[in-house]
């Protein structure tokens, strides 16, 4: 059945409750999708699609049995850094070559008892360390858009595969920017829940005060339907929070009459593409015509966000990932004792970024730097979480760009990581301050590439970040155009 594969969550859901499509119809139009699309693209790291089959048809026999889970047989695409049980799990690096994941992650639990079938692995930049998905020691991935662009990251793999229509919906991880940054290349939702709203339990650890894992959608109604499925406490998680999880789809509205938004002058920089801020201040006035009231906000240590996530993340990273040293899984390259055999393994298994990054983090937390860099670092974290803190007493929600400039070049920034890395900065503040954030489809750029809208809310307020773009999504059509990929 043709044209499945474009559908989004809740428009499948539909046909499948009317019976106009079976579970099978749709992994098959994806499959095929796939095999069409993703030579071009290289969303995808690995397909199982027997598995994916043998689960479909379990889900179409569930539902004639009276079975009415609201993802009961609907594929979903993994970025390769969440673990599913009987998965490779590899992190886009060499490292974890063979590793075969024997659990499911908590997320992943929670989807599969809402009936969520796992198609696919999508690439991603190694260990999560990335804004392009050209870090994958697995193959670099092309935005649907121009595929001599990237698709931004590190969870591009699972924004190319929802914008190129081989996927409905993905799970991405975000640790400073990384679903919502790619959503914005690729032109599709892309949402980054509060830390602690999401179990982290089953994520492969990049920065653990960070990391957090979020939705990439075709719409906002899905991205609230698979964060419902996800959220809550979970035991095994100490950073989840025990707050009530309200009804997300329940707070999808098409007006913003009594919402008061903040536009923080410091996001509305020099050196912002014209084009994405013009894309950017039509969809303000777009939210004040659906009836949204405007205050300007001051954020301001927002100057200091880059140098102050480089330092938290890349530390927590150095710690983190001396758990892979060829000794219990993954590769391993043999050595003369086990300290030779631990760096050599080390040596080829990890890219460059992932090294300079544990460089540079074992660097700030070494002695004589600590309090130097890692201490203050932590101080500003700080200062940074007190200006969201003061601009939401006056705010249900914040406006801003996702990105400076559209999707550049493959290879135009990879011998750059100082100019990649300051392509963050909008997005680095939201996971310091352990925020919500969203980015929604907002216009397209002269050369056709897509823009997103940033919308910021408060610790544990998705819903006001998601009645946010839902009102402004209903109201244009960014999010129903599609890229072009048959030429």
């Given amino acids: 059945m043709a044209g499945l594969s474009n559908l989004t969550l809740h428009e499948t859901a539909d046909r499948l409750a009317r019976g106009e499509c079976t579970s099978e119809d749709l992994v098959r139009d994806l499959v095929a999708a796939i095999e069409q699309r993703d030579g071009k693209v290289g969303a995808y790291v690995w397909v199982n699609v027997e598995d994916a089959l043998a689960r479909a048809r379990e889900a179409d026999a569930a539902r004639l049995g009276g079975d009415r889970r609201p993802l009961l047989g609907i594929p979903l695409a993994v970025k390769d850094v969440l673990n599913v049980k009987d998965q490779p799990c590899a992190c886009g690096s060499r490292i974890l070559k063979?590793?075969?994941s024997p659990y499911d992650a908590t997320a992943i639990a929670r989807l599969r008892e809402q009936g969520a079938v796992f198609l696919g692995r999508t690439n991603m930049d190694e260990f999560a360390m990335g804004s392009t998905t050209e870090n994958s020691a697995l193959g670099?991935?092309?935005?649907?858009?121009d595929l001599a662009r990237v698709p931004g990251g590190s969870s591009g793999g699972s924004a190319a595969a929802v914008a190129a229509g081989e996927a409905l919906a993905a799970l991405g991880t975000d640790t400073g920017g990384s679903v919502r940054q790619p959503a914005s290349f690729c032109g599709c939702v892309g949402l980054k829940p509060s830390y602690g709203r999401v179990s982290r339990f089953g994520l492969t650890a990049y920065a653990s005060s960070l990391d957090q894992i979020g939705p990439m959608t075709r719409d906002v109604r899905d991205a609230a339907m698979l964060l419902q499925a996800m959220a809550g406490r979970d035991p095994?998680?100490?950073?989840?929070?025990?707050?009530p999880v309200p009804d997300y789809s329940a707070s999808l509205r098409n007006d913003l009459n009594g919402m008061k938004l903040g536009l923080p002058r410091e996001y509305f920089i020099a050196g912002t593409d014209?084009?994405?801020?013009?894309?950017?201040?039509?969809?303000?006035?777009?939210?004040r015509a659906l009836g949204a009231e405007f205050v300007e906000i001051s954020l301001p240590h927002t100057p200091y966000a880059i140098?102050?996530?480089?330092?938290?993340?890349?530390?927590?990273?150095?710690?983190?990932l001396a758990r892979f040293d060829g000794v219990r899984y993954g590769a391993r390259v043999e050595g003369e004792d086990p300290i030779d055999m631990y760096g050599k393994t080390r040596a080829a298994g990890f890219g460059r970024e992932v090294k300079r990054r544990i460089i540079l983090g074992t660097y700030v937390l070494s002695s004589g730097y600590y309090d130097a860099y890692y201490l203050r670092a932590q101080k500003v974290?700080?200062?940074?979480?007190?200006d969201f803190e003061k601009a939401f007493a006056g705010c249900d929600a914040i406006l801003t760009p996702v990105?400076?400039?559209?999707a550049y070049r493959i290879g135009e920034k990879a011998d750059d990581p100082l100019q990649m890395y300051l392509g963050d900065i909008f997005t680095v503040t939201a996971n310091l301050a352990g925020i919500c954030g969203l980015s929604v489809p907002c216009g397209f750029a002269g050369a056709g590439l897509p823009v997103g809208l940033q919308i910021l809310g408060p610790a544990f307020k998705e819903e006001n970040i998601l009645r946010v773009g839902y009102a402004y999504e209903q109201s244009t059509e960014w999010h129903l155009r599609k890229p072009n990929l048959e030429s």
Wanted: aromatic fraction near 8%; glycine fraction near 4%.
């Fill in 98 to 100: 063979g590793y075969v």
């Fill in 140 to 145: 670099v991935t092309r935005n649907p858009w």
């Fill in 381 to 386: 974290r700080t200062l940074i979480r007190g």
């Fill in 274 to 287: 014209p084009e994405v801020e013009r894309a950017v201040r039509a969809a303000v006035e777009q939210c």
């Fill in 307 to 320: 140098a102050t996530y480089y330092v938290v993340a890349t530390a927590e990273a150095s710690a983190n």
């Fill in 403 to 406: 990105v400076p400039t559209p």
């Fill in 236 to 243: 095994r998680d100490s950073s989840s929070v025990e707050i």
